[in-house]
């Protein structure tokens, strides 16, 4: 048994697969488990809305499967942000962070992935910070009451674009359910950008990191690139995280429509299981 797990977004499989299919699919491609996507489409945030019996019916086929899904992807509240000036707004995100943590605790959903933005179609200013700590806090309290951790994603903007940055408000709330969910990609081109210590960045979030996203940047793009032909430091970066007791791992990419989706998830598994292999050796 392998000591760690590969998990697939669900992103990377084309779009309207029942999610039987994706959990064969992710097991039939190499991966060990799926990580759901909420993002801000309307059809995604509608799995905040699933009745019992949607959700049970789900949790059948992860046991029939027996491919499971640990981490979800919120990526909703770049539409609706938590730090908005719009009162509404604002009420709107807590609504779905509740539901996501309700959702993830009926699936099982260890860890929810937050994405690092206050705002993101406004202007942020020191009152977006101050409401979105404000609520910051009252989700990890939620989150809290039923177990499901909270990482941030390091972004592509510059809010929260390292994990230093994330550090800040991880540090602030100060609860074992808040940390962060890098993106080694991001990080990446944020080391570039401002000419830092990457492996320094992440060293900074020891303790206080649940599980890594591993995705291929260069300079200014920050996604639909194949594995291998950016400039992202899987082995740097998988040899530090595994040294500061990282096991969850997951491969984000997305299907770009006209490819055969079974042979790119299959090598991307191929790739990706032969990074972190390689990472583990390097610690022995």
Known sequence: MKAYTLGLYEKAMPGGMSFKDMLL???RCGFDRLEISVDES???LARLEWTA???NDLRRMIDDTGVSIKTMCLSGHRRFPMGSHDPKIRERSMDIMKKAVDLSAALGVVIIQL????VYYEE???ETTAFFEENLALSTEYAAKYGVLLGF??????????VQKSMRFVKQINSPYLGVYPDIGNLKNAAVLYGTDLLADIESGRGHIFAA????????VYRDMNFGSGHTEYLNCIQLLWGMGVRMFTGEFWYDGKSDAEVV???AAKFLHNKIEQAINLNK
Do not use: S, W
Not at 115 to 118: E, L, M, R, S, V
């Open 25 to 27: 699919m992710t097991a």
């Open 213 to 220: 996203h591993l995705k291929e940047t260069v300079p200014g």
């Open 124 to 126: 942020g200013d020191a």
């Open 42 to 44: 309307d059809a995604r």
């Open 265 to 267: 998830v299959t090598e």
């Open 115 to 118: 994405a690092g933005y206050d």
């Open 153 to 162: 994603e390091t972004m592509e903007t510059a809010f929260m674009d390292t």
């Open 53 to 55: 019996a949607e959700i």
